[in-house]
């Protein structure tokens, strides 16, 4: 099993739409979890930043983190076509010896928000 | 506001030549990593540094990449006689101390070789 998993999609909705985005990991121990939005071609931007579970909300984006499921979700509100990008979740390696600098990613989904 | 800068954005080698990628973190940030993005991978961590010193290196292949951070001067990640497969997106990212998980990435630097 792959540390992280990620549906690469494409996801594709009309604008207005509810969006939610999943990524499902294997290591319990695993307690910070990240979301980053990339533009083509351009490099990836913080989104979202949380810490074991519960929910974080900001703006249109809410993270929500299920550790008893392993399950890290990203749900944008009222959607629109500025928000079509890849969306990729990371987790910070920490149980293996490694530094918790050592960002794991997802492959990313990529979604379209059509006007 | 500086962010991340990396140069060059674009960069092509023949096999076998060297390529060097640069990035300068963002101000007051002293950590620096890199990853790289192959197409239709996602995003690899390789090294970890700080000044004057390589923290994790886990994610680097054993030979022909190498990557420094000295005191003064951007971090480099040198990449020597280059092959096809080493095509791919160049990413860093800085971080401010004790603060890892907040990485901040730069634009990329995209290697072809030929």
């Known amino acids: 099993q792959k540390e992280v998993e990620q549906d690469p999609g494409p996801l594709s909705v009309p604008e207005g739409a509810i969006v939610s985005l999943n990524c499902t990991y294997s290591?319990?121990?695993?307690?910070?979890f990240m979301w980053y939005r990339q533009y083509s071609r351009k490099g990836p931007e913080l989104l979202m930043y949380t810490y074991s579970s519960g929910n974080k909300e900001d703006g249109r984006f809410t993270a929500q983190v299920d550790k008893s499921s392993k399950y890290i979700s990203l749900f944008i509100r009222d959607s629109q076509p500025s928000d079509s990008a890849t969306y990729l979740c990371a987790i910070p390696r920490t149980s293996y010896g490694g530094s918790q600098g050592n960002l794991i990613f997802g492959k990313g989904t990529k979604l379209s928000v059509k006007p | 506001n500086a962010g991340v800068m990396q140069n060059p954005r674009h960069l092509v080698r023949r096999r076998g030549q060297e390529a060097r990628l640069r990035c300068s973190p963002m101000k007051g940030h002293s950590h620096v990593y890199w990853y790289r993005q192959l197409p239709e991978e996602g995003l690899k961590f390789m090294v970890y540094?700080?000044?004057?010193?390589?923290?994790?290196e886990s994610g680097m292949p054993k030979e022909r990449f190498s990557a420094e951070f000295p005191k003064e001067g951007p971090s480099i990640l040198r990449i020597q006689q280059v092959v096809r497969g080493d095509s791919a997106a160049y990413f860093c990212?800085?971080?401010?101390?004790?603060?890892?998980?907040?990485?901040?990435f730069g634009p990329g630097t995209r290697l072809t070789v030929l």
């Open positions: 990212a800085s971080s401010p101390a004790q603060s890892y998980n907040e990485q901040f």
């Open positions: 540094l700080q000044k004057e010193n390589i923290i994790d």
């Open positions: 290591n319990s121990a695993f307690q910070y």
